[in-house]
């Protein structure tokens, strides 16, 4: 049973435009949200978070919304560049303090900017 | 540049070996560390949470005589596959939690293992 749900495996974008990556989870227990990004061959990066207080959370180029009522969050990314393709994963943890110890990952998306 | 440095990166070997993995935080102390599981296309699967000075806690489904693990400073936790198969093949990642405040986790590049 997936706790946290990426529906979308892929997504291509052009280069300039606004990417939009999906995430859904089950969980009513969770309180915060995170986003990594993965290139291949190499351990997830922290790009943003989001604690359940907030419905949104912007860093430069990117900005995670969360609707906690429909139990979904979504990274969106402006302007895209090449260099932002990669597999994202969302992730969740009911926990803010002690996250990691209970952190759920989606099964990621790949994210493809065209140039 | 990277906070935790993961080593090997890539271990191929016969089956019946045993394998260590390293994971070590470069500046800061982390007493807590994670290691994942990534099987292809699916997402990062925990396996066990390693605690600095006691024995690690496991998650269901993961057999603790199989995957050793080791926490015995603030900057270092290992992982051992013992006696290796085929089916143990797979994308084995650790992090770990920045011990002085609120910060996600830090991953490492992870470890390509692969039994023949």
């Known amino acids: 049973d997936q706790q946290v749900k990426q529906n979308s495996p892929s997504l291509s974008v052009q280069e300039g435009r606004i990417s939009i990556l999906n995430c859904d989870y089950t969980n009513s227990m969770f309180d915060y949200f995170l986003w990594y990004k993965k290139y291949p061959a190499e351990g997830p990066t922290f790009l943003i978070s989001i604690s359940s207080i907030k419905d949104k959370n912007e860093d430069g180029r990117f900005t995670v919304f969360l609707n906690k009522s429909a139990k979904h969050l979504s990274l969106h990314i402006v302007p895209s560049q090449p260099g932002d393709s990669a597999v994202y994963f969302c992730?969740?943890?009911?926990?803010?303090?002690?996250?990691?110890?209970?952190?759920?990952f989606g099964p990621g998306t790949r994210l493809s900017v065209l140039p | 540049g990277a906070v935790v440095s993961q080593h090997p990166s890539r271990v191929i070997c016969k089956s019946g070996t045993s394998v260590k993995i390293e994971c070590r935080s470069l500046d800061f102390q982390a007493t807590t560390m994670f290691w994942y599981r990534q099987f292809p296309k699916q997402s990062l699967m925990l396996m066990a949470t390693?605690?600095?000075?006691?024995?690690?806690?496991?998650e269901q489904g993961v057999e603790k005589d199989k995957f050793l693990i080791n926490h015995a400073s603030l900057t270092l936790s290992t992982l051992t596959v013992t006696s290796a198969h085929p089916e143990d093949s797979s994308f084995y990642i650790c992090?770990?939690?920045?011990?002085?405040?609120?910060?996600?986790?830090?991953f490492g590049d992870g470890t390509r293992l692969s039994i023949l």
């Open positions: 992090s770990a939690r920045d011990r002085a405040g609120e910060k996600p986790q830090h």
């Open positions: 992730a969740a943890t009911p926990d803010r303090d002690n996250y990691g110890q209970n952190f759920v």
């Open positions: 390693s605690n600095e000075g006691s024995k690690a806690t496991y």
